[in-house]
């Protein structure tokens, strides 16, 4: 049976013979049967649980030591640390955009990837926070930059973009979680009503006392839209002010006013290569394929496409303005990226950014697979190339040639972004395992919707929870 | 409370009480004027709600006194988690102490035997600061780094601290107790077979007591051996005059100076003065600008100063000076052929221009050409009547220097022909420092009794019987001579930190009892001084110096029959090996002073190694490039060498320096076994040539596999075109005073879109700093001092080649090279392609101190989360470290890149003696943190992990003068607060100051026309601003 989207001429939002029971059944049953999980889950989880190891030691010896563990020197003093902030905050931003955006932009297609991608947001942003905490050199002080009562009567200087980012990430990590949560409280009903083990205190408390009552879902699609609604401006914001950090400052190559629409193209574009990253291996493993169809494939491989291209547009503006504003040091900053000692990274990020993921021009490109992941995975490199040839190589060589230096990144570096990584995997493979991975009472209402005949209920296939049992 | 007045509350007795008459006359309330006895009671029990003992239940009672006792007996768990620290109070308080105030003492501070006057501050009982003596001729108030640094060494944890007996400690009296056996035992034969090793010394207490010993002893043999003498120095002059002769320079009064391979800016005696002096022709505001003409074999700071510079192989120095000396009209040899080196156009310009500039004009050559060239340029001064104008001479100040080579040779054959029993090591390290191939280690074997006395346990210490410990010159008395032979004071601040005795205290045992040095100092000068010693000797101690003791410079007489000895030399074909003293750490004897190990090099600016420098074209010519490993051999000897590329560098030469390889120097120095990327230089010393020279020809020189690590603090040298130092001739100069680009509309460039002053600065000071690119050496002076005056911490050489050096100022130093006219240092040059155009001649060195700009739009300030570095009212751009978190954004944001940052603990020493740690684990010795933090300046906060840090104008030295200026009621004078650069700069480029007062330096500097701010256009503001360098070529001597 094939699903139809009223608004699209050729949509495929949900294939195969779907009930209100099987959607509880396919979804659910991750949570409530481990078997249910193939081989894949114990190995991810794994190699996410060993490598978090790595972090939590990267973590300790930092402290212990000091930031020298690092490759940061001067002039190069924002490295690995920065880069590591800005990729992880990035990637964050697809979750954001799918879950607020696209819902007050009433896109169907959001139902079965938001919670998968609002999930990824959390755990990004989490990532992410680790480093603008610990690559402060006195991390164990890094609370100064909070606004909060003090003997010392000093609050934080307003006029730095630090400072702006710790509001940004904050309401952002905020406003995600509860946007998360309350999505998933109808979902939490569904697996109370469903449990049959002790599991179902846990699920019971988590669920609110939600009854599924015309009230409860009145207030509560009231509730989800005002976070929508909240949401929305983050999505341009957050990474508007992550570029500020750059973009307020004096070093050539990062005094640009270009940076704050670029970054958020950058973060979307990197945002979904991440979904898409995760998604299309896990649709596999999972069977979920009837309902994160190739059509959300072939979306989201247009929205990379799309903020690609301003990305790609920011790339050549940089460029462009260097030779524009007649600036000696500009022209520098030009010059030492296509012929300086990092060139490597600049034309690695042209091809990984700018030109491989043109290939999605192909609607036939963007039906298969292997392709769309392998383009994913250089648009994370090309992602966090982006930003390295933006912070070291910006710092590397600015005003005066005789503090000019190179920088180079430690195995703590790499250990601390390995171990971020590890740290994201282990809790997607945990969140895929304890939580309901697909908005099931969302996929229930579209499958309502689009129905043909929608009084034809099937009762047996209603749950308390799903809207379709109204 | 409440509840209980409202229970208690009697109206009925109260109203009675008003109506009886007998209540008080105030009351506080109905309840106290009710007098109820509840009320009484509650008034007057201090705790009226608390439990009473009698109440108590007695098993609460148990309780509540088990827990207190418990508590009570917390208490003394503090030993657990906090040392035991005793304060103890002076009991009797120090002359003049105010704890929190220092005091000053004069001293003098030694170098190659020769004696610089200083002073030094000292906090608490402790030295903490030395700066130049501004009564003492050789100083003038003014210093280099070996004097800023020398403080280090005094609490240097890895000197030697007890007396040694092979490796056993042992005591004084077991020392003396032998060495009496031993005199006494060849007090018959007048101490034949006793021998004394010394540095040379200019000390006249010294030279008495060694004269006593040998009347005493007249078999008793003294030897001097210094590794960098003034043999050919002295014999020249002893050839071109009769006697050894000290040659003094007036550099205020010459108008054309020539210099053949003579760094007398950084090297010598009287580096210091002559800086001074040759500054004071550099400014055009203050006088007539002097012409340097540099000829010298290997970059120096003087070849970097001068108006034109052209290389000379070593070996073609001779007849270079021969050909200038004939074409002044000396009479030279004829066979002496005609010199190729230098382009004659510009050889032309030079000697007319000392034509022109008869009587006023100074030719001068380094100690390391032979003495037949030293003889030539006396011939040259002698044909320009120099002598008695711009030269005079008195007699030599170090005799014996003039046969430093021969005495080590004498020395080395009398202990290998078993003539010499007993040898006596005073100071010096000969066993690194004699070159290996002159056998003086395996001579010593074949002494019975070898005694070094020695301020670290070296390489000679390791090969003697008997090691003893020695005093720092801030622990014992002395006196010294400096080049213009004025006497000063060695004057000790401190009790010897171990177990130490100076040279005179040992000399003593010689002469009969032993006696306190300063008995024996004092001794000399009673004598010699007017009739009220005391007060004569306190005047001195207080001044530093001996009044009038200067001999009278006379006008040295040219034997002109001596021209005629000189031959010409046998050139020899193949790679040229100048061998130099280390500029740092010199002939090795400050290689465990971490600030100086760690202070860039001037030109290479390499740390913590020395290396074999190559011109870029013999680079290319033989496939090396930086940081490989050559093999350089030579008859004498092989050593291994890292390659470092210097432009301006003479091609098919190498220069390497000594001082390097030290196995036995202490934690920081010793480093010559450590793989490459650790190790610290290499032992130059094996191919050094025989006789006294200081270079060779046809070396061989072979690539080795393997890197070697070398540490630079300036990775990038040219300015690629960018307006940074600016530099012109007078008549550029005369038609835009600064050199301001066209393009650059300083108005423009400084208009902001916000206020000019978030404060109001009427009625502050206001800071200013100005330093003046025309009269700065790059001597590193100032880093040095800044280094000890701002407790600086030493990172280490792997930290350094990470880029994080600690240096809150630092010498920036560029190249410009010029090519057929055309001006190429915007290009960059240092590719394979772009060497051959590397004419050593056309390359021009330039050098910027930079330190914090103390922007007034500083950029570091708005980007700080934290408001750790803020704005004064005075224009200090201040760093408030305690409030610090460490983003590091202030530094990213600053285009001068000033800022520093405490990438790990450094302040607590560790590097300095853990340099070669696993992987990064980074040990610390208590002991040796302990004695390091006695060299910190009390009011300088010392940084920890974590935080940055910067130039600070130093605020600690305002403050300091405020509060003086406060307590006395005044206002702070216009120049009263000088810095630590400022007051180090031997040539006063650094002027400080309030720009708030018209009158100030400062200001007065300000309005210099050749003023300019660095990277104006970032609208930064800075306080510090620059003067255009002043370039005064010979338009005669055309580009090379």
Redesign the interface.
């Given at each position: 049976m094939v699903a139809r989207d009223p608004h699209d001429k050729n949509p495929e939002l949900l294939v195969g013979n779907y009930s209100y029971k099987r959607m509880d059944e396919d979804v659910l049953s991750l949570i409530t049967q481990q078997k249910k999980h193939p081989f894949a889950w114990y190995i991810f989880l794994g190699i996410g649980f060993m490598i978090t190891q790595i972090l939590l030691l990267s973590i300790t010896w930092l402290v212990y030591q000091g930031i020298g563990i690092w490759g940061n020197n001067q002039p190069v003093g924002w490295g690995f640390d920065i880069i590591n902030f800005v990729w992880w905050i990035g990637i964050g931003h697809a979750g954001t955009l799918i879950s607020a955006i696209l819902l007050l932009l009433r896109q169907q297609w959001r139902n079965s990837i938001n919670r998968f991608a609002e999930a990824m947001t959390i755990f990004a942003v989490m990532c992410a926070g680790l480093y603008p905490l610990l690559h402060t050199g006195r991390p164990w002080v890094a609370y100064w930059l909070f606004p909060y009562p003090n003997v010392l009567a000093m609050g934080p200087q307003f006029r730095s973009p630090l400072i702006w980012d710790v509001f940004a990430v904050t309401t952002y990590i905020t406003v995600s979680a509860l946007f998360w949560f309350i999505g998933l409280i109808p979902d939490f009903a569904t697996l109370r009503d469903r449990a049959t083990t002790k599991a179902k205190t846990v699920w019971g408390l988590l669920s609110m006392g939600w009854r599924g009552s015309s009230r409860h879902w009145l207030r509560y699609e009231q509730a989800y839209l005002i976070l929508a609604g909240l949401s929305t401006p983050l999505v341009l914001s957050v990474h508007s002010i992550v570029s500020l950090d750059f973009a307020v400052s004096i070093v050539p190559g990062w005094n640009v006013t270009l940076f704050p629409p670029y970054f958020v193209a950058g973060a979307v574009f990197a945002g979904f290569a991440m979904v898409l990253t995760f998604m299309i291996p896990i649709r596999r493993w999972y069977k979920l394929e009837g309902m994160i169809t190739m059509r959300h494939i072939d979306w989201m491989c247009k929205i990379m496409l799309a903020t690609g291209l301003i990305v790609f547009y920011g790339y050549l503006m940089e460029v462009f303005y260097a030779w524009y504003s007649a600036n000696p040091y500009e022209l520098y900053m030009a010059e030492n990226r296509l012929f300086g000692p990092y060139a490597w990274a600049f034309v690695a990020l042209w091809i990984c950014n700018g030109i491989l993921p043109l290939i999605l021009f192909f609607p036939k490109m963007r039906q298969n697979l292997k392709v769309i992941w392998i383009v994913c995975q250089f648009v994370s490199i090309g992602m966090w190339l982006e930003r390295f040839v933006i912070i070291p190589m910006s710092l590397h060589r600015d005003y005066l040639p005789s503090s000019w230096g190179m920088y180079y990144p430690t195995v703590w570096d790499f250990g601390m972004f390995l171990g971020t990584m590890g740290f994201f995997i282990m809790l997607m493979f945990l969140f895929i395992r304890f939580l309901p991975i697909i908005n099931v009472f969302e996929m229930k209402e579209l499958l309502s919707r689009m129905r043909p005949g929608r009084q034809a209920v099937e009762p047996e296939a209603a749950s308390v929870a799903g809207k379709g049992g109204e | 409370m409440a509840e209980n007045q409202n229970k208690r509350v009697d109206i009925a007795a109260a109203q009675a009480k008003l109506a009886s008459g007998s209540s008080r006359e105030y009351w506080k309330g109905l309840e106290e004027l009710a007098e109820t006895p509840e009320f009484t009671k509650y008034i007057e029990d201090e705790f009226p709600e608390r439990q009473s003992i009698v109440t108590m239940d007695r098993r609460n009672l148990l309780k509540f006194m088990g827990a207190s006792l418990l508590l009570g007996g917390l208490g003394g768990c503090r030993n657990i988690f906090m040392p035991q620290e005793k304060i103890v109070p002076y009991v009797k308080s120090p002359e003049d102490q105010v704890l929190g105030r220092p005091l000053y003492y004069a001293s003098t501070f030694t170098h190659q035997g020769y004696g610089y006057g200083v002073v030094v501050q000292q906090n608490e009982g402790r030295p903490t600061k030395i700066e130049g003596n501004t009564l003492h001729s050789a100083s003038l108030g003014r210093s280099d780094s070996y004097m800023q640094a020398s403080l280090l060494s005094l609490y240097d944890p890895d000197r030697l601290q007890i007396v040694q007996d092979a490796s056993e400690p042992a005591s004084w009296d077991d020392f003396f107790g032998i060495l009496r056996d031993k005199i006494s035992s060849r007090k018959e034969a007048g101490g034949q077979g006793l021998a004394m090793l010394f540095e040379p010394t200019s000390s006249p207490t010294t030279q008495r007591m060694i004269a006593q010993v040998q009347a005493k002893f007249p078999n008793l043999r003294v030897f001097f051996y210094d590794p960098v003498p003034r043999d050919a120095a002295y014999e020249g002059t002893a050839r071109a005059f009769g006697e050894p002769m000290e040659l003094l320079y007036d550099f205020t009064l010459a108008d054309v100076v020539v210099s053949f391979d003579h760094d007398f800016l950084h090297e010598g005696p009287g580096h210091v003065r002559y800086t001074h002096d040759f500054a004071k022709r550099r400014d055009p505001a203050q006088g007539n600008l002097n012409r340097l003409y540099a000829m010298e074999c290997t970059p120096t700071l003087l070849g970097a100063m001068a108006d034109h510079r052209a290389v000379c192989r070593s070996g073609d120095m001779l007849s270079l000076v021969a050909d200038v000396a004939r074409k002044l009209g000396v009479a030279v040899d004829p066979s002496i052929p005609a010199q190729k080196a230098v382009p004659e156009k510009l050889l032309n310009a030079m000697i007319s221009d000392l034509m022109s500039a008869r009587g006023r004009s100074i030719v001068t050559v380094s100690d390391y050409h032979s003495a037949d060239v030293h003889v030539l340029v006396h011939a040259i001064n002698a044909a320009l009547d120099n002598f008695g104008a711009t030269i005079r001479a008195i007699p030599a100040v170090l005799p014996s220097q003039r046969t430093s080579e021969a005495q080590i040779v004498d020395l080395i054959g009398q202990m290998n022909s078993g003539l010499i029993d007993t040898l006596l090591i005073f100071g010096g390290n000969p066993s690194y420092t004699v070159p290996k191939n002159y056998g003086f280690n395996e001579a010593l074997s074949k002494v019975n009794l070898k005694v070094h006395h020695t301020l670290y346990f070296d390489e000679t210490s390791e090969r003697c019987d008997w090691s003893l410990p020695a005093s720092h010159y801030l622990e014992a008395w002395g006196d010294a001579r400096s080049f213009d032979g004025q006497i000063s004071v060695v004057q000790p601040l401190i009790a010897p930190l171990y177990n130490s005795e100076s040279v005179l205290e040992i000399l003593s045992v010689f002469l009969g009892a032993f006696k306190k040095s300063y008995e024996a100092v004092r001794e000399t000068w009673k004598p010699q001084m007017a009739a009220d010693f005391e007060k004569s000797w306190r005047e001195v101690l207080h001044n530093g110096v001996v009044p009038n003791s200067n001999p009278t410079p006379i006008t040295p007489a040219f034997r002109s029959s001596e021209l005629m000895a000189i031959r010409p030399t046998r050139s020899v074909a193949g790679i040229e090996v100048n061998l130099r003293p280390d500029p740092t750490i010199w002939d090795g004897q400050y290689s465990n002073n971490g600030w100086l190990q760690e202070l860039p090099k001037p030109l290479t600016t390499l740390t913590w190694d020395n290396a074999a420098i190559l011109s870029p074209r013999t680079a290319e010519r033989l496939g090396l490039d930086r940081e490989d490993i050559v093999e350089i051999s030579s008859a004498q000897g092989v050593i291994q060498a890292p390659v470092l590329i210097l432009p301006g560098q003479m091609d098919e030469a190498i220069t390497v320096h000594l001082g390097y390889g030290r196995t036995r120097a202490g934690r920081v120095g010793s480093g010559a076994n450590l793989p490459t990327t650790d190790r610290v230089g290499f032992d130059a010393s094996p191919i050094k040539p025989r006789e006294g020279k200081w270079s060779f020809s046809g070396a061989g020189v072979k690539k080795v596999p393997g890197r070697w690590t070398l540490a630079t603090c300036?990775?990038?040298?040219?300015?690629?075109?960018?307006d940074?130092i600016r530099a012109g001739t007078p008549e550029e100069l005369a038609k835009n005073p600064n050199l301001q680009p066209e393009q650059k509309n300083p108005e423009k460039l400084e208009k902001s879109l916000y206020p000019d002053n978030i404060f109001d600065p009427t009625g502050y000071n206001q800071w200013a700093m100005t330093v003046d690119l025309s009269l700065c050496t790059g001597c590193n002076a100032c880093v040095t001092a800044c280094q000890a005056e701002n407790n600086i911490s030493v990172v280490g050489k792997d930290?350094v080649r990470?880029?994080?050096e600690m240096h809150w100022m630092?010498i920036?130093?560029?190249y410009r090279v010029r090519h057929q006219g055309q001006d190429l240092e915007a290009e960059r040059i240092m590719g394979p392609m772009g060497n051959s155009i590397f004419e050593p001649n056309s390359v021009e060195t330039y050098f910027?101190p930079?330190m914090c700009q103390h922007c007034e739009k500083a950029?570091c300030e708005?980007?700080?989360?934290?408001?750790a570095t803020v704005h004064s009212h005075e224009g200090l751009n201040q760093m408030v470290y305690n409030?610090?978190?460490?983003?590091?954004?202030c530094?990213?944001?600053c285009?001068?890149?000033v800022?520093?940052?405490?990438?790990?603990?450094y302040s607590d020493n560790q590097d300095q003696f853990q340099r070669s740690t696993v992987n990064?684990v980074?040990n610390t010795t208590e002991d040796a943190r302990q004695l390091l933090r006695m060299v910190n300046n009390p009011n300088v906060t010392v940084r920890g992990?974590?935080?940055?840090e910067k130039c600070t104008y130093c605020v600690q030295r305002i403050n300091l003068k405020r509060i003086e200026a406060k307590r006395e009621g005044r206002d702070l004078g216009p120049d009263e607060v000088v810095t630590a650069c400022q007051q180090a700069c031997p040539a006063g480029a650094i002027v400080f100051g309030d720009m708030s007062n018209p009158n100030s330096q400062v200001s007065q500097s300000r309005r210099d026309p050749r003023t300019y701010k660095l990277?104006q256009e970032?609208g930064t503001r800075p306080r510090t601003t620059y003067k255009v360098r002043v370039l005064n070529p010979n338009p005669e001597a055309g580009q090379a």
């Open positions: - | 300036q990775e990038h040298h040219y300015m690629e075109g960018r940074i930290e990470r880029g994080r630092r920036d130093r560029y910027m930079l950029p708005p980007v700080c989360p934290v408001a409030r610090c978190v460490g983003t590091r954004y530094s990213n944001n285009p001068y890149k800022r520093r940052f405490n990438y790990y603990n990064g980074r992990r974590g935080v940055m990277l970032t």
